[in-house]
Structures are given as structure tokens and as C-alpha cells.
């Protein structure tokens, strides 16, 4: 069975501290791996890899992609109070055919303190 | 330019009953994605249309239905409502059907089951 997992399930952090989320995967078929930002409702879209070792910067998160250890790192340096919201980490991988989908874990609740 | 839109928002129903949700994709994106995503986990797939046809589904009971119209707007059918049904409903679109990577979210339905 196709499987996402995501640690830790939350974390309190105080304003300007730095955070790793992770997650692993074990999926067949495997493509690429995206993380989304969740705040209200709909998830945004924050990093895809494909590509092992290679970082994927965008302001103060970075991620990287290991596909020999199948996980994938998600940090966040200088974390403020906007950056509080629920992190998802989603494998996508063949379901047969030439059909895709998306496989998510339960997600990273991160709350950031002032 | 509109993104994905769902309606309703908001929606109480109590057991037994039929619900049903609907889905506007980007304005040309021609695949339409349905996940379920229950308090505390991550979003679950449970269809994909193409081109009006399905071409992936969940591990969801065939209570669930779903369907796409000439216009690329979709709809989900829940029969036989059951308390777990209570989640929010997300729909995504993307261009072309494997790139479900670059597919974008709307902001759900919030479904209450009582």
C-alpha cells in the first residue's frame, strides 16, 4: 500500500527559531514529491522534487529530496507567526495506465509563537 | 483570472441523506481531481476526471460517484451519508491530466454530517 508519513504530526516554535519537517515515503511508481502549505482550506503549493540532492530554495524554505533514503526534508529558517499553518507532504506516483495521483500524509502542524 | 471554485462552502446534511458538490476548474484546465480530507489528516484521492472520463479513483466505497461535463466542471456524489463522511471536500484542476503536480486547489466544501 502506498504510504506517506509525516513527522512530527506538530510543533511549537517561539518567533525566529528554524524547523525541519520530514517526511518519507514508500510508494511504487514513484515521480516526484510536493509539499503545500495549508492555512484555511485550500493547500498552496510550495516545492516540487524530482531530483535527488538538489535544494529548492524560495525565501526562507528550502527543501530537498533524498530518493535513496526516500525522504524529504522541508526548513524553515527565521520562522514568524504567518508561517503557522499545516504543512503536507505529497508523493506522486503512476496508479496505472498513464494515470498519476497524489498521495498525502497527514501533515505537519506548526504554530509559531510571538 | 478565476481559480478553482466549489460550491457550496458549507453544507449540513444528516445520515442517510444524498449530497451533492460541485467544481469549476481553472478556465481551460480539462482535468478535475476530488480528495476527502478528514479533521487531522492529509487530503485523500478519491476520483480524477479527464476529458470527461474517469481515469483514477480512491479507495472509496461506490456510495461515491462523481462525473464531468462538457464544460470541464465536475461533481461529486455522496449517497447514503454516514457520520465519517464529515470532511472537507477538495477539488483541484490542472492542465493535462498526468500533470497532476501542477494542479491547483479550490478552497473545498466543509461537509457536516449529523
Known amino acids: 500500500e502506498d504510504k506517506v508519513v509525516q513527522s512530527p504530526l506538530s510543533l511549537v516554535v517561539h518567533e525566529g527559531d528554524t524547523v525541519t519537517l520530514n517526511c518519507s515515503y514508500e510508494v511504487t511508481n514513484f515521480r516526484s514529491l510536493l509539499w503545500y502549505k495549508q492555512e484555511k482550506k485550500a493547500p498552496t503549493f510550495l516545492f516540487m522534487l524530482?531530483?535527488?540532492?538538489i535544494e529548492k530554495k524560495s525565501g526562507r524554505l528550502s527543501s530537498i529530496l533524498d530518493k535513496k533514503e526516500l525522504f524529504s526534508i522541508l526548513n524553515i529558517t527565521a520562522t514568524q507567526t504567518g508561517d503557522s499553518a499545516i504543512y503536507l507532504c505529497a508523493s506522486c506516483h503512476n496508479s496505472g495506465g498513464s494515470n498519476y495521483k497524489l498521495t498525502f500524509g497527514k501533515g505537519t502542524l506548526l504554530t509559531v509563537n510571538p | 483570472d478565476a481559480g478553482v471554485t466549489q460550491s457550496p462552502t458549507h453544507l449540513i446534511k444528516t445520515r442517510g441523506q444524498h449530497v451533492t458538490l460541485r467544481c469549476s476548474p481553472i478556465s481551460g484546465h480539462k482535468s478535475v481531481s476530488w480528495y476527502q480530507q478528514v479533521l487531522g489528516q492529509g487530503p485523500q484521492f478519491i476520483f480524477q476526471y479527464y476529458e470527461k472520463e474517469e481515469r483514477g479513483r480512491g479507495n472509496f466505497p461506490d456510495r461515491f460517484s462523481a462525473r464531468q461535463f462538457p464544460n470541464y466542471s465536475s461533481e461529486l456524489n455522496v449517497n447514503a451519508l454516514l457520520l465519517g463522511d464529515s470532511a472537507l471536500y477538495l477539488c483541484?484542476?490542472?492542465?493535462?491530466?498526468?500533470?497532476?503536480?501542477?494542479?491547483?486547489f479550490g478552497p473545498g466544501t466543509r461537509l457536516l454530517v449529523l
Open positions: 483541484a484542476s490542472s492542465l493535462v491530466r498526468p500533470r497532476v503536480e501542477t494542479q491547483y
Open positions: 524530482t531530483s535527488s540532492g
